[in-house]
């Protein structure tokens, strides 16, 4: 790791938002853990700041899943097509009603249905989750779930091929262990999953790290 791409991952918009989230996820931890109620008002404001700040790079992206879904439709049959137009429909619906309290979490517009619309916007996120969990599963399934390696007899493309197909297991792997991970966030928020402010905060650390190696891997090519 050099100077070079540190500065490259930290100038890059998606990075920033992992970058901000981990630092939204630790304030969270320490504020679950504060010793006095002053210094976890002090954490959760941060948190709240942090939060915020993530929402800037979130505020369109609902309008990159919803042609996602669309794609999918179209180019995606049986069982895979339907989860794969659940999970990006459900993630824009998401992804949408959290921009429409925007101004609400900004504290310039307070609106009586912010609350509930977040609610409702974190349900969405679930049922997107799980909709991939539930992809990836079936893309190991036919996938095999492991890949054999081939002689040396077999040639450098050969073993360029099956380095790549591990690569593409192991990158759906870590999806499949970042949503699991991510699901606690949804289902917290909702009320479906029962835990703890500090697990929520550890598990979005988790999945936070684990999803930069794609955005990082992606900036050094």
């Known amino acids: ?21 981990l630092s939204q996820s630790l304030s969270q931890i320490l504020a679950a853990y504060s010793t006095t109620a002053e210094d976890a008002k002090t954490w959760l404001l941060l948190r709240r700041q942090f939060a915020l ?22 180019t995606t049959v ?6 794969e137009v659940g999970k990006w429909s459900c993630l824009g619906a998401y992804l949408f009603l959290e921009s429409l309290t925007i101004l609400d979490t900004m504290g310039v517009w307070p609106s009586p249905w912010a609350e509930s619309c977040l609610v409702e916007g974190n349900k969405f996120w679930f049922y997107s989750l799980v909709c991939s969990i539930l992809l990836g599963g079936l893309q190991l399934y036919a ?3 492991e890949v054999e ?16 197909q591990k690569e593409k297991l192991g990158g759906i792997r870590r999806r499949m262990v970042v949503d699991i991970f991510d699901l ?19 598990a979005s650390a988790v999945s936070t790290i684990l999803s930069s190696k794609d955005i990082w891997d992606r900036l050094q090519k």
């Open 184 to 202: 606690f966030l949804p289902g917290f928020v909702t009320g479906w999953l029962v835990t703890t402010q500090a697990f929520v905060g550890f």
């Open 53 to 74: 700040g993530r929402r800037y790079f979130r505020f369109f992206k609902f309008l990159d899943a919803f042609p996602k879904a669309f794609d999918s439709f179209y």
């Open 78 to 83: 049986g069982v895979m097509g339907v989860l």
């Open 1 to 21: 790791m050099s100077f070079k791409q540190v500065v490259r991952f930290t100038n890059d918009a998606a990075a920033l938002e992992k970058i901000l989230r």
């Open 143 to 145: 996938e095999g779930g």
């Open 149 to 164: 390696g081939g002689s040396a007899e077999k040639g450098k493309g050969k073993s360029q091929g099956v380095q790549a």
